[in-house]
């Protein structure tokens, strides 16, 4: 394999790993316990 293509291939695993860690941090998070985690500790729903 040519190192042009090493580095293209390099570069784009890069990219697509820091792309992916973008996108978990700025995806909406939903806060608080939903029930289906198996916690002891259940919500407060008023």
């Given at each position: 394999?040519?190192?042009?293509?090493?580095?293209?291939?390099?570069?784009?695993?890069?990219?697509?790993?820091?792309?992916?860690?973008?996108?978990?941090a700025?995806?909406?998070?939903?806060?608080?316990?939903?029930?289906?985690?198996?916690?002891?500790?259940?919500?407060?729903?008023?």
């Open positions: 394999m040519s190192s042009e293509l090493q580095f293209w291939l390099a570069l784009g695993i890069v990219v697509f790993t820091v792309g992916t860690f973008v996108f978990q700025f995806r909406s998070r939903k806060t608080g316990c939903g029930g289906a985690c198996g916690c002891p500790q259940k919500p407060n729903r008023k």
